[in-house]
């Protein structure tokens, strides 16, 4: 079946750690999406990719970074820079058009100790 | 850049009601316009899509039509059940981005 799986989907951290999410497709998705999900706050993005070895910040960047080496993989770091990441983080993916929908994972919930 | 308001909840029906949730937005260009649900614990899912004027997305009995002239998506189901308690978010998407509003939360009572 194809589809967006993201591990692990609880992780725990203590303060000034630095700690990877990842994000694997095998939809053959060209565009690739990192959400941050905080309760009565919809979701804002953090970073976004629309082809391999190229990534945009989104609307959230400070203290995340991303690598896009691979199509099927869009791994997100959260940094020791991150002041308050405690939160739920959602991956995507879409064909790449300009409007085409965005296929979610069912998300890494991130708590810092 | 693009933004949206959607009705504030948290909105508790019973069984067989009639559903509205209002959305409008902004947005430059001519985006798309999506409804996604999401269940407890879990990723969004898409539930219905519109990509331009007057076309009206449907699903799972849900639907919503895209007016340009309000610049609106109202989601709205004509009887609802205990299983579509959740929350669901509008999107106008532009620009390779989804905008997304808070979310309604919707608890439907048997």
């Known amino acids: 079946d194809g589809g967006i799986t993201q591990s692990p989907k609880y992780l725990f951290r203590k303060e000034g750690q630095n700690v990877t999410l990842s994000c694997e497709q095998n939809?053959?998705?060209?565009?690739m999406y990192w959400y941050r999900q905080d309760p009565g706050q919809g979701l804002r993005l953090i970073y976004y990719?629309?082809?391999?070895?190229?990534?945009q910040k989104g609307d959230i960047a400070e203290g995340y970074s991303v690598s896009r080496e691979k199509k099927e993989s869009f791994p997100l770091t959260v940094t020791s820079a991150q002041k308050n990441p405690t939160a739920f983080y959602l991956c995507?993916?879409?064909?790449?058009?300009?409007?085409?929908?965005?296929?979610f994972g069912p998300g890494t919930r991130l708590t810092v100790l | 850049g693009d933004s949206v308001t959607q009705m504030e909840g948290p909105v508790t029906l019973s069984e067989e009601a009639f559903l509205t949730i209002n959305c409008t937005y902004t947005?430059?260009?001519?985006?798309?316009l999506f409804w996604y649900v999401q269940y407890p614990g879990e990723g969004l899912q898409l539930l219905l899509k519109?990509?331009?004027?007057?076309d009206k997305g449907s699903n799972k009995g849900f639907e919503a039509t895209y007016r340009k002239e309000t610049t609106s998506f109202h989601l709205e189901k004509g009887s609802v059940q205990v299983s579509d308690s959740a929350v669901y978010f509008c999107?106008?998407?532009?620009?390779?981005?989804?905008?997304f509003g808070k979310g309604t939360l919707l608890t439907v009572n048997p």
């Open positions: 995507a993916s879409s064909l790449g058009g300009v409007q085409d929908t965005q296929y």
């Open positions: 939809l053959n998705h060209d565009a």
């Open positions: 990719s629309q082809i391999v070895n190229d990534f």
């Open positions: 947005a430059t260009g001519y985006p798309s």
């Open positions: 519109a990509t331009k004027a007057d």
């Open positions: 999107a106008p998407g532009s620009n390779y981005k989804l905008t």
